[in-house]
């Protein structure tokens, strides 16, 4: 039984590659009826994001290399896309190396941001795919499953997905770590920018509870507005709402600074002094670098955003070794469990040990026996490989049955008994 | 006592390795042992402080080895409080260490021969444990004062630094830690008034003097009047950041001052 993982990433091919091979959810359903016959391939798995394009094959080890030609040629689309066009950016991971792909797959080690959360989501999507179209079987069904468990471990044994490293979650974060929980405060919105949207979509999402919005165009601020539940405010009222919003972002092209050390003082005193978080994601800044040296004032400009980010992603770098070394365990862990879904080379091994020992047992044996003829040394060989074979069978089917049971120690008491070596 | 006690500090210092561990690995198995050999280790040593008031015939609280392993008793009560009402783990981090050392020193101090009738003389009065009990708590509420202090203090340097250190991320959130600075300097302000007030009645109980003019009671009088200023300066805005912090860090300097200093310095207090 072989394992075979090929396909590409955001890593190995540009995009104009990866959109031709990549399928849609009808696609993939579809493709992977073709793919599996059950002869050559007989289970199979498509994993298909922005960022890449794998395919995931079960099938009988003799057939590795059957196998391999049919998912490229598989990756064609009958020929439809030239083999050329992609097979310098294809890689091809067998046994091992594939479960290795798939593990640092689905906890997020090969992917574009270390530690993103989303390709968990979508490999368990590729997954209920290959079940709907029945060709996850049980060798799929337990690798996967034990790729979902590597990527839990991951993600709670080790920091690669703990520090924020995109700015709108680092309004969140930031905000969290000031004012400890978001819920009950107010964020303003100064002026509507994308990068600003998306910051107050994660404010809301994290509990903050009101949301204020000025705009210089009152239609956008409004829709806006609409959608979040937020309430619009005047541009030239916002000496007067300042005091109320906890964390502020600012995103106008306003060339001339909006938010003054004045604003921000009044502001502060109005406030009682209870602690501002100011974010400032525009160019040419918006708030008065003055600002952030009032105490209790916390200033963060673009710059400043992006530091952290980088260093945010150079510690999740750090926290990606530690996941390497669990992800390494874990496929020894998986190499045993495949051990026992795999019992043919078990079976096989222990049938050539019988009989092994029958034959060298007539060989043994044989000069007492006098001439035979050939027909009467067929004979003799018969009746020792059939009565090793009776006597195995009930063996062999109780194993077959601990199999299919998963019964790991039982095949392995077996294994120690008749002194299998791996 | 002194088995109890070794038992009491091998659980302490269980969970004070467990509480670093946790701290630095960020793991809630860790935090659980980590708690729960607190929990153990604190049930322990109170079992403790009742046979030795029980055996020796005095409240144990009068010679520096009983005041140590007190203070230490202390400090957990206090650190458990903080964690049941905030949860704030990263506390124990320093605590229990800190708590782990107290306990050893009270273990390895040889216990005092001297003149036991004057400790059962002295400590014959009811006042004595309370005036000390309350005191020793108020040290312990002053204790996370000065914690959540140094916590707001780092994190406020990173926040206007923008840049963050591995520990940063792991330290409680600046309203959490400004929160239990402001309420355990309330706290510990209480306890510190009535225990000198209880301590007062008791010395002119005695000798018909309330102030003796000695060190630790000037220390006092100076650690009473800093943290009542840091209360009223905190509650004159609902936000005093990185000033009251520092004066929760220089009152524990001060409490250090009444507790150790004065001791070296002599006077009418006679124990630790």
């Known amino acids: ?422 | 006592m002194r088995s109890l006690l070794l038992a009491v500090l091998a659980a302490y210092v269980v969970s004070a390795i467990h509480a670093v561990l946790a701290f630095l690995n960020k793991r809630r198995a860790l935090q659980r042992v980590s708690e729960w050999a607190m929990g153990a280790g604190f049930a322990l040593h109170t079992a403790a402080l009742i046979a030795d008031w029980a055996i020796d015939g005095h409240y144990p609280l009068f010679y520096p080895r009983e005041t140590l392993s007190f203070l230490a008793w202390t400090l957990v009560a206090a650190y458990a409080l903080v964690l049941y009402r905030y949860g704030a783990r990263p506390l124990g981090a320093v605590t229990m260490p800190l708590v782990s050392l107290l306990t050893f020193i009270a273990v390895i101090i040889r216990p005092a021969t001297s003149d036991r009738a004057e400790a059962s003389s002295l400590a014959a009065s009811w006042l004595f444990p309370v005036h000390t009990t309350l005191l020793l708590f108020a040290y312990g509420a002053f204790f996370v004062v000065f914690l959540a202090s140094i916590m707001y203090l780092l994190q406020e340097r990173e926040l206007k630094l923008k840049t963050f250190s591995a520990i940063f991320h792991r330290l409680p959130s600046l309203t959490m830690v400004n929160e239990i600075a402001t309420s355990s300097a309330a706290i510990g302000l209480t306890l510190l008034t009535v225990g000198i007030a209880t301590g007062m009645v008791w010395a002119s109980s005695r000798d018909g003097r309330l102030w003796h003019n000695d060190p630790k009671e000037i220390f006092a009088a100076l650690t009473w009047l800093l943290y009542l200023l840091l209360i009223l300066y905190r509650s004159s805005a609902s936000w005093r950041g990185s000033k009251a912090a520092w004066m929760g860090v220089a009152g524990f300097a001060l409490v250090l001052l009444t507790f150790f200093g004065a001791r070296l310095m002599g006077g009418y207090h006679v124990f630790g």
């Open chain 1, 1 to 422: 039984m072989s394992i075979v993982l090929i396909g590409i990433n955001h890593k190995s091919a540009p995009v104009e590659v990866r959109e031709l091979l990549a399928f849609s959810e009808s696609a993939c359903s579809e493709g992977l009826r073709t793919l599996v016959d059950g002869d050559v391939v007989r289970e199979g798995l498509i994993v298909s994001t922005c960022n890449r394009v794998e395919v995931l094959a079960e099938t009988a080890a003799e057939r590795l290399g059957d196998t391999l030609e049919r998912v490229n040629h598989f990756l064609t689309r009958t020929d439809s896309v030239p083999r050329s066009f992609f097979e310098s950016h294809v890689y091809q991971h067998t046994d091992d190396e594939a479960v290795r792909h798939l593990f640092r797959v689905t906890s997020s080690l090969d992917s574009m941001v270390v530690g993103e959360p989303q390709v968990l989501g979508q490999v368990r999507r590729a997954y209920s795919i290959a079940l709907e179209a029945g060709t996850a079987g049980r060798i799929l069904n337990r690798l996967v499953h034990h790729a979902f468990r590597v990527a839990k471990r991951v993600r709670t044994e080790t920091g690669i997905g703990a520090n924020a490293v995109s700015i709108s979650y680092m309004a969140v974060e930031l905000g969290k770590k000031i004012f400890n929980s978001l819920e009950g405060h107010t964020a303003l919105l100064i002026g509507a920018g994308e990068m600003a949207e998306l910051s107050a979509r994660h404010l809301v999402k994290a509990g903050v509870s009101r949301v204020l919005l000025a705009n210089r165009t009152a239609e956008r601020a409004q829709n806006l507005a609409g959608e979040l539940g937020g309430e619009t405010i005047q541009f030239d009222e916002l000496p007067r709402h300042l005091a109320e919003a906890d964390i502020i972002i600012c995103s106008t092209a306003a060339e001339e600074y909006v938010i003054t050390e004045q604003m921000a003082r009044e502001s502060l005193a109005r406030r009682r002094n209870r602690p501002s978080f100011f974010i400032d994601i525009s160019v040419p800044r918006n708030i008065d670098p003055a600002v952030g040296k009032i105490a209790n004032v916390f200033v963060f400009d673009i710059d400043d955003l992006e530091s952290v980010i980088s260093s945010n992603i150079r510690e999740r770098e750090r926290e990606a070794e530690r996941a390497e070394l669990i992800v390494e365990s874990e496929i020894m862990q998986f190499q045993q469990t495949l051990r026992v879904l795999d019992i043919g080379p078990t079976i096989g091994a222990l049938r050539n040990k019988l009989q092994g020992i029958a034959r060298s047992e007539l060989t043994r044996q044989r000069n007492r026996l006098g001439p035979l003829t050939a027909e009467q040394e067929a004979a003799i060989e018969a009746l020792l490989v059939s009565t090793v074979n009776k006597i195995s069978h009930p063996l062999l089917s109780h194993m077959r049955r601990s199999s299919d049971s998963s019964d790991a120690e039982a095949i392995q008491a077996w294994r120690d008994i008749f002194g299998l070596e791996e």
